[in-house]
């Protein structure tokens, strides 16, 4: 009886006197599988690997000739015309990225065998995102791994009709060697025999492009040294013991690196920045770049700018992705015609939404569905590789996926109906943005009890997090108002704000969204109005843009305004607003200007019985005494101020009054700071920061913490002086100001190295120098 290939390979090994590693160096063929070889689980290794161990082995033509034979002998008998039964289709020579992914699949293919169950790897993504060709890159890179054979399969999920999975696994059987003949007719037992080879076999299969999870769970093997890659649009979540690895697009560098690569580096080269911006017009998608690449191949005359230049409109971007038989855009039909009607209408309505991302309240006002049934159509889009989940809840598209939606939009529906959908969409968003932003007004609150939308305001944080996580929609629909002249509407939205702006000043739309009011209370003829949202407009010029000298004067036109028709209040604060604006000219006599705007201010106020911009105001009075040089009249007016807000007969908002207090307060211990009463000054901060986190107005509160910090260091408390400092690092970055953020840094810095020196956070103009600014009214 002829030795089996295992036994055979061993005896000569040991002839040559090699080590399982020292064979597996010389030759290429990695340790586990000659170890699987000689173990007998691997008994007819592929004609390249005999071929591999024979050479390293240095056999003379009659040893490869018997070590070939017993390869052969140990491999299953196929019929006439198996070979090259599924067969791995051709790679790509240009394979770029996937760098982790390739490992991770490296990682399960050396752990084939290991245990007794298969391993499975299901690998998902988007249309044209290159799920088949990682599978075949991988499955070519692991063959070493599997001697017995890499076996593909196309189960064509796209296709009205997949390839059914009895289908499936007669293939399959037929490449393993079995002859047709034995092929079962039953599928079930098609299954167990597949299953019955595979656990003595050292194989991999590639499962490509799944329907779903029904078609690929009966061609999955239970146990056995075999390893199954199968890929699909959907994430096939619901197939147990499956290692799950979603695929997202290429990063930019990687972009660049294929594109180049499909066009040559020397070509590339010559057109760095035009090569880098296809890649981007191409939303760094495996298809489009590759055919972007081709079809610069195959128009040697166009540059690099040219196809730039032809995919930077928006409107033929989606069809321009197309060479040959490669098109973006056939690859999103093909996900688009497995949806749903709901999920179609969903799709195609999304392309309306100005934001990046959107969740499912808005979803559900533009397609006309419940929250549920919206959330569901918004799932199966996800599933389906034509929507994005950054987190959950949220939504958004690939860039050439909304070009898309976008086509779809226009072809499947009227103009009419397109136009009432981004009505109804705009309608509800700046409804929703009224209400919440009101519940930051004094005079109003929680929403009126008979007011419901598919999003709940049942509080001042949810109200504020809806204000944020939807600002860009809203302003848009904020923007479409003012452009179609519906100026009582603009006016309404941008009034409900004012109170809640102070506490994202750092968004940096306020002045466009105090503009459009503005303007529209202009062009209504209303100069009470006018004269509110050019205060409003005032503050923003101050806190979000630094445009101090405009600031003022929009403060005193709307003094002007206010005047011609009477209007105390708003006089009052115009003049507050006004003080604010020229605290950037740190001469005293502008100083002096806006001491006597503030004390007017407090006395217009007090006519008005506005007792919210009297609190403001009666602090903006010590501001400016400590400002002119009058530090001990600033710390007895603040004190005073702070026993007059707290009486409760003073009355006013809570949360506003009390912010006012921590103004008053930090005005304290900026006034003991200047004087060297180090503990005193420490303890009004820590007092004052108390009132402040209440109403935090990030800004406000990292001077404070700043002024502390530095009042702790005189003190020699140097560890609360960093935790001070801290939390002013973390208030700066999340408000994006990386500056003031690096300032306070090197200041910890120097105290880790017990070096301090003052740190002047007044040097960063007026938006530091407000004592906790408010907006009002």
């Known amino acids: 009886m002829a030795e089996?290939?295992?036994?055979?390979?061993?005896?000569?090994?040991?002839?040559?006197?090699?080590?399982?590693e020292e064979l597996s160096h010389a030759s290429g063929v990695s340790v586990r599988a000659i170890g699987d070889m000689e173990r007998g689980a691997s008994r007819g290794p592929q004609r390249r690997t005999v071929e591999a161990l024979a050479d390293a082995l240095r056999l003379d033509d009659a040893q490869r000739t018997v070590l070939s034979e017993a390869a052969r002998a140990g491999r299953p008998r196929q019929e006439a015309g198996a070979p090259g039964a599924c067969e791995l289709p051709r790679g790509v020579g240009d394979f770029t990225g996937r760098v982790r992914e390739s490992a991770l699949l490296r990682e399960l293919a050396e752990a084939a065998g290991q245990g007794r169950t298969a391993v499975v790897a299901a690998v998902s993504g988007a249309a044209g995102i290159?799920?088949?060709?990682?599978?075949?890159?991988?499955?070519?890179?692991?063959?070493?791994?599997?001697?017995?054979?890499?076996?593909?399969v196309d189960l064509r999920g796209m296709d009205p009709v997949?390839?059914?999975?009895?289908?499936?696994?007669?293939?399959l059987l037929?490449?393993?060697?079995?002859?047709?003949?034995?092929?079962?007719?039953?599928?079930?037992?098609?299954?167990?025999?597949?299953?019955?080879?595979?656990?003595?076999?050292?194989?991999?299969?590639?499962?490509?492009?799944?329907a779903h999870e029904g078609q690929v769970r009966p061609l999955l093997p239970s146990d056995g040294p075999v390893m199954v890659l199968v890929t699909s649009r959907r994430p096939l979540a619901g197939l147990e013991g499956v290692h799950q690895i979603p695929l997202a697009h290429l990063a930019s560098e990687e972009a660049v690196a294929l594109l180049s690569a499909i066009v040559g580096e020397g070509r590339a080269g010559a057109e760095s920045e035009g090569v880098a911006r296809v890649a981007s017009l191409c939303g760094n998608l495996p298809l489009a770049l590759r055919i972007a690449g081709n079809r610069l191949q195959s128009r040697p005359g166009w540059t690099v700018g040219h196809l730039a230049a032809r995919l930077g409109d928006e409107g033929r971007r989606v069809e321009s992705l197309a060479a040959g038989d490669l098109s973006v855009a056939a690859a999103f039909a093909l996900s688009y015609r497995q949806l749903s009607v709901e999920a179609r209408r969903v799709f195609r309505r999304l392309a309306l939404a100005v934001a990046p991302d959107f969740g499912v309240p808005m979803t559900a006002v533009l397609a006309e569905l419940g929250p549920g049934e919206a959330e569901d159509a918004l799932e199966e889009l996800v599933d389906c590789g034509l929507l994005l989940s950054p987190y959950p809840g949220r939504y958004r598209f690939h860039d050439l996926v909304r070009l898309f939606a976008r086509a779809r939009l226009s072809e499947e529906e009227s103009i009419v109906a397109q136009r009432q959908a981004r009505r109804r969409m705009d309608d509800?968003?700046?409804?929703?943005?009224?209400?919440?932003?009101?519940?930051?007004?004094?005079?109003?609150?929680?929403?009126?009890?008979?007011?419901?939308?598919?999003?709940?305001?049942?509080?001042?944080?949810?109200?504020?997090?809806?204000?944020?996580?939807?600002?860009?929609?809203?302003?848009?629909a904020l923007r479409q108002a003012a452009r179609v002249g519906e100026n009582a509407r603009v006016v309404e939205v941008a009034g409900a704000m004012h109170w809640f702006s102070d506490l994202w000043m750092h968004w940096g739309h306020w002045p466009e969204v105090f503009e459009l009011s503005?303007?529209?209370?202009?062009?209504?003829?209303?100069?009470?109005?006018?004269?509110?949202?050019?205060n409003y407009l005032s503050w923003a010029r101050t806190y979000c843009q630094a445009r101090h000298a405009e600031a003022e004067a929009t403060a005193l036109r709307a003094l002007e305004l206010a005047r011609e028709v009477g209007d105390v209040r708003q006089q009052g604060w115009a003049l507050v607003y006004a003080t604010w604006a020229s605290w950037a000219r740190d001469d005293e006599p502008s100083q002096e200007v806006a001491l006597g705007y503030t004390r007017q201010a407090v006395e217009y106020f007090r006519q008005a019985g506005d007792t919210e911009g009297y609190a403001h105001a009666m602090v903006s009075v010590g501001n400016c005494l400590r400002r002119i040089g009058r530090v001990e009249e600033s710390v007895r007016h603040s004190l005073a101020v702070v026993e007059r807000l707290r009486d409760p007969a003073f009355g006013g908002s809570p949360a506003i009054v009390s912010h006012a207090v921590g103004a008053a307060l930090d005005l304290v211990g900026d006034g003991y700071l200047e004087l060297g009463r180090w503990q005193e000054a420490a303890d009004h901060y820590r007092q004052a920061l108390s009132e402040l986190r209440g109403r935090p107005i990030v800004r406000a509160m990292a001077v404070s913490l700043l002024n502390l910090g530095k009042a702790l260091v005189r003190l020699g408390e140097v560890e609360e002086a960093r935790e001070a400092f801290r939390e002013a690092v973390e208030l700066y970055e999340g408000a994006g100001d990386t500056a003031r953020a690096a300032r306070v840094v090197r200041e910890l810095d120097r105290l880790r190295s017990g070096v301090h020196e003052a740190l002047d956070e007044r040097q960063g103009g007026a938006a530091d120098l407000a004592p906790a600014a408010v907006d009002g009214q």
């Open 4 to 20: 089996s290939f295992g036994t055979l390979l061993r005896s000569l090994r040991h002839t040559g006197g090699l080590t399982i």
């Open 428 to 476: 509800w968003l700046l409804e929703v943005a009224t209400v919440a932003g009101r519940w930051f007004e004094p005079d109003h609150g929680a929403p009126p009890l008979d007011w419901s939308s598919p999003v709940g305001l049942d509080g001042s944080q949810e109200a504020q997090e809806w204000l944020q996580l939807e600002g860009e929609a809203w302003l848009a």
């Open 130 to 152: 290159g799920k088949t060709a990682l599978a075949v890159r991988a499955a070519g890179e692991l063959a070493d791994l599997f001697p017995d054979g890499c076996f593909y």
């Open 174 to 210: 037929k490449a393993l060697g079995v002859a047709e003949r034995r092929i079962p007719a039953d599928e079930e037992d098609r299954a167990g025999h597949y299953r019955a080879l595979l656990r003595e076999r050292r194989c991999l299969i590639v499962l490509d492009n799944a």
């Open 162 to 171: 997949p390839l059914d999975s009895g289908a499936v696994l007669s293939r």
């Open 518 to 534: 503005a303007g529209a209370a202009r062009a209504m003829g209303d100069r009470a109005q006018e004269a509110a949202h050019l």
